[in-house]
């Protein structure tokens, strides 16, 4: 029993040979993806129409599969295309042969100016690729691309696909295919031949058909004549008789004061974008016999081809000044150096003056306010920040020479050129009269600033500094007298021009935010200054002293209502605030008079006061007051604060951290009610006897509620009453009212507080750095760009860049409205600007090639220009008439001059090789007659492409006439045939 149980224990230990290899693992993966894509069994299409190839659509699915371990790539290309109908043509399908191998005869898509490799040198409309998954990956060895392919074909026949398969052999940049295609009873095998060095007998048609006629075997004796497609492409590189009008950079500040005008950008490409025109001559359909090409001669003259179609090689990223301009300034966005580092200044010095300047405030504090100079000049406004350079560096150490800065400067206060301050806003206003239209207000989209403002003006002077005129250390030098001219404007009261009145914009930029701002400091102080000089001194002192004694108790709400409101700037608390109570007794402009002389008539009594009605504005229409029918007034209020987006920001988040709380919302509430305070106190003052209810008729009507009642008497009457939420208790209204005293504007503390502000926004601008500069600057500089390539598209109108000009405003829209954008957003913009520059500059390179503008006939004008529109935008056009076209004209004396050039010993006269191009192209005659005279038109052909064509049975007599086809192409370097030989496997 032992020796009969040894046996049975070995039965497990024998190999089960029915397990799948590695081998049928991948071939069922390869059959599996097949199926998954429904690529089994045959499903024939419409005819291809001509061009599909480059005007469809092609997809494409990929997905991974591996041979044990070494990963492959399998993707699907078709053509995009509506089915064929298949009524009546299911009996067909049988019978009849793959698509693929219908396509390989089809000759409406020779040649596609772009398309996959395989489509190019089968004509092919559907195929599938297994290529190495990794590009390094490479399959090398013979024996593992015939286990590929066989692989191929096992994969094909089971699951009855009729789509071609390739697998990609050798290294990727050889481009080296094998296939196979299998249909019922046929099969086709996709070879292909790769060399560097070319056999010659393979150099010209004749060694080409018998290298075909021998792979394909037909033992037919008078095999049927072959079809032949050819296309001999010839290069012009050769620009010579045209130089590029384009001045280099350098060459545009020409030595003159700003050399290019400023607030004008540059446009344009510093070389010719177009580096090679490619003319491709084509016989579509040929048949052996018909022409000769050998080693010894060759019919293939291009003039005589009848098809031409050119396509133009770009400049790869052409210099182009715009861009340029654009990036370069962008760079300063990265820089980390403030003003002073990049100045070199020195700040034991700074600390110097300072001390130096405390040491004198009292004795400035006696000294009677300076009056104001009304004549601008620019010597006064660049005269202290020269002093300051002269000290520090000396005068030839700074980086921008005295004329360039003057010119910039009057060119951003053009009020300083003139007596009168006010012909410098006209001139700014004049500058830009379509300020309603689209391009205008493109500033609302880019979030920038108008094309007529000052900050915009400013935009683009930096950035032509920082290009032309001493880079980083220009703009910083510029930075630093545009903040000491702020200064100065600011404490001179004169008004900054370029800047539209009122408050701040919030749709622009925070830079022109600020100078509106300072702009509106400088109204309110001007208005202040200049009711000084006309009221008379003693009236202002018993102003100050009697209305300041008697509004002393009323301004204990003000107080907490201007702290609160001043909590966004605490550094400035320890002065500003007795610059407001230096102010605070002063009267506005338009009361100011009439105030002196009713407070002197008051005298001291509290109880008159109030009876007295002060800073009406207007009667209100026929509206009455409710408890003593006297005609409501429209008081004089005080202008709410302007704010800008910081400081809104600012003050929401201060809002926003005092919770949730009942206690915390009653003080937001007290926060935000600091202008209904002072419209209060305001309409008091103007109404005696009003009530809330007065007031909120005036302020809030839809808070009064009128209803139509029956009195007593039976009549109708109206009867008003507050609304629900007026009547809640605790509300911020009716406290306010109560704390609200009959106090006119003019004597009111100010909401707005100007020299503060003022003196916030000049340090805001002092602290910024250059970096933070370009980034306020930048989506001006951007707006002005789209601009400049808005305006250079005009002249050109071309569609393609119109498309491209809207999708750069949608992008830059949305990334610039972000408060800070980034820098790869960014640059992609800048990136599209500089392209669109580069089309419009190749459009005005072909336009200048092709001699638009000669064009005495408007109809040739107008063809050649939709044919200069083409080469921009389709990758080949076809040139009407061949080489016996206009445009086929221009392009032969193109070529013939460029031939000139290259080969200038010709056998002609002396006087005709100084007569022009256009007289010795005629003396040339006719193709004939220049053959003879052995003058070649144009350079041997850079590329030879040759399609073969045949039906014929194979490989018996009695087989099926299946196609045979043979792509072959040659250049300078490389040689490649790809071979599609069909098969009968039925009848062998």
């Not at 290899?21 to 998954?36: C, G, H, P």
């Not at 920038?448 to 950035?463: E, F, G, I, Q, V």
């Not at 609200?740 to 504007?745: E, F, I, N, S």
Request: hydrophobic residues 35%.
């Amino acid at each position: 029993m032992a020796a009969d149980s040894e046996p049975e224990s070995e039965v497990f230990e024998i190999t089960d040979f029915t397990t799948a290899s590695e081998w049928e693992r991948f071939i069922s993966k390869v059959e599996e993806v097949l199926n998954d894509w429904k690529l089994i069994g045959n499903s024939l299409g419409k005819p291809l129409d001509k061009g599909i190839f480059t005007s469809g659509t092609w997809e494409e699915k990929s997905d991974e599969i591996s041979f044990a371990d070494f990963k492959f790539s399998i993707t699907h290309h078709y053509l995009v295309q509506e089915s064929a109908d298949k009524d009546g043509k299911d009996e067909l399908l049988e019978d009849a042969i793959p698509q693929s191998m219908q396509d390989l005869l089809c000759m409406n898509n020779d040649f596609p100016p772009r398309a996959h490799c395989l489509v190019r040198w089968y004509g092919l409309r559907e195929f599938v690729v297994i290529a190495p998954a990794a590009h390094s990956d490479a399959v090398l060895s013979e024996s593992k691309c015939n286990l590929l392919l066989s692989s191929v074909s096992i994969a094909l026949g089971n699951t009855g696909c009729q789509v071609p398969l390739f697998v990609q052999i050798h290294h990727k940049w050889r481009r080296m295919y094998v296939g196979e295609c299998q249909g019922p009873g046929v099969r086709t095998d996709f070879e292909m031949v790769h060399l560097r060095k070319v056999p010659p007998q393979y150099t010209h048609l004749s060694g080409l058909l018998d290298i075909f006629k021998s792979k394909i075997g037909c033992p037919l004796t008078p095999l049927p004549p072959v079809n032949i497609a050819i296309r001999l492409t010839y290069v012009l590189q050769d620009w010579q008789q045209y130089f590029w009008p384009q001045q280099p950079p350098d060459a545009l500040v020409g030595g003159e004061v700003g050399g290019l005008e400023f607030g004008k950008l540059p446009f344009g490409a510093c070389e010719d974008p177009i580096s090679e025109l490619h003319l491709a001559t084509t016989w579509p359909h040929l048949t052996e016999g018909i022409i000769v090409d050998n080693d010894v001669y060759s019919d293939l003259d291009p003039m005589q081809a009848p098809h031409w179609s050119v396509r133009v090689r770009k400049a790869d990223n052409p210099q182009c000044l715009l861009g340029d301009f654009v990036t370069e300034f962008f760079k300063i966005c990265r820089r980390k150096e403030s003003t002073d580092e990049i100045l070199g200044r020195s700040t034991f010095e700074e600390e110097g003056r300072e001390i130096a300047d405390i040491s004198h405030a009292l004795s400035k504090l006696t000294e009677p306010a300076p009056v104001p100079i009304h004549k601008l000049s620019v010597s006064s406004m660049v005269h202290t920040a020269k002093k300051k350079i002269r000290k520090h560096r000396g005068v030839e150490e700074s980086p921008l020479n005295n004329d360039v800065l003057n010119t910039i400067l009057l060119f951003l206060f053009p009020d300083a050129a003139s007596d009168k301050p006010t012909d410098g806003s006209s001139l700014a206003d004049t500058s830009n009269p379509l300020s309603d239209g689209e391009d205008y207000n493109l500033y609302n989209q880019f979030k920038s600033a108008p094309s007529d403002s000052l900050t915009y003006k400013l935009a683009l002077c930096l950035c032509m500094i920082n290009f032309y005129h001493g880079g980083l250390k220009g703009v910083a030098h510029l930075w630093q007298e545009f903040v000491l001219e702020m200064r100065f404007r600011w404490e001179n009261n004169f008004l900054i021009p370029g800047l539209a009145s009122g408050p701040p914009d919030l749709r622009c930029c925070l830079l022109h935010q600020k100078l509106q701002m300072l702009n509106c400091c400088i109204e309110r102080k001007k208005a202040r200054d200049e009711g000084k000089k006309t009221s008379a001194p003693d009236n202002i002192t018993s102003t100050c002293s009697e209305d300041a004694g008697k509004t002393g108790d009323h301004l204990g709400l003000d107080n907490l209502k201007d702290t609160d409101k001043g909590e966004m700037g605490k550094s400035w608390d320890s002065w500003s605030d007795s610059e407001e109570e230096f102010f605070e007794c002063l009267s506005d402009t338009e009361e100011l008079k009439g105030n002196g002389q009713d407070s002197g008539k008051k005298g001291g009594t509290k109880e008159v006061a109030p009876l007295k009605p002060e800073g009406r504005l207007r009667q209100h229409g026929k509206l009455t007051l409710l408890h003593n029918g006297e005609p409501l007034y429209i008081p004089v209020t005080q202008e709410p604060a302007p704010m800008t987006e910081d400081l809104l920001e600012e003050q929401s988040e201060v809002l926003a951290k005092l919770g949730t709380s009942a206690e915390g919302a009653h003080l937001r509430a007290r926060m935000q009610s600091a202008c209904l305070l002072s419209d209060m106190e305001s309409f008091k003052a103007a109404n005696p006897g009003c009530f809330l209810e007065d007031f909120v008729r005036w302020y809030s009507p839809r808070d009064y509620i009128e209803e139509e009642v029956i009195d007593e008497k039976g009549s109708v009457v109206l009867k008003g009453e507050l609304s629900a939420r007026m009547k809640i208790p605790s509300n911020m209204w009716v406290e306010a009212w109560e704390t609200a005293k009959p106090v006119p504007a003019r004597r009111q503390r100010r909401l707005f507080d100007d020299t503060r502000e003022a003196e916030k926004v000049l340090h805001y601008l002092a602290i910024q750095k250059p970096a933070d500069l370009a980034r306020h600057l930048l989506p001006c500089v951007i707006h002005a760009a789209v601009l400049k390539v808005k305006e250079e598209e005009s002249l050109e109108n071309i569609s393609s860049v119109k498309k491209i000009i809207k999708q750069i405003i949608s992008h830059s829209s949305k990334v610039l409205h972000f408060p800070n954008p980034e820098d790869k957003k960014l640059e992609e913009i800048i990136h599209q600007i500089t392209n669109v520059e580069a089309i419009i500059a190749r459009a005005r390179s072909l336009k200048a090639k092709f001699g638009t503008e000669k064009c005495e006939q408007e109809e040739e004008k107008e063809d050649l220009e939709r044919f200069v529109s083409c080469l921009l935008e389709q990758p080949e056009v076809l040139v009407s008439g061949a080489g016996r076209g206009h445009a086929g004209r221009i392009i032969h004396k193109l070529f013939v001059n460029a031939q000139r050039v290259r080969e200038p010993v010709i056998q002609l006269p002396s006087a005709s090789t100084m007569a022009p191009p256009e007289e010795e192209f005629k003396r040339m005659g006719t193709p004939e007659e220049r053959r003879l005279n052995a003058v070649s038109d144009f350079p041997p052909p850079a590329g030879r492409e040759l399609i073969l064509r045949v039906t014929v049975p194979r490989p018996a007599p009695y087989s099926k006439a299946l196609p045979q086809r043979m792509y072959s192409v040659l250049t300078k370097e490389d040689f490649r045939l790809a071979g599609a030989f069909s098969s009968d496997t039925s009848f062998f």
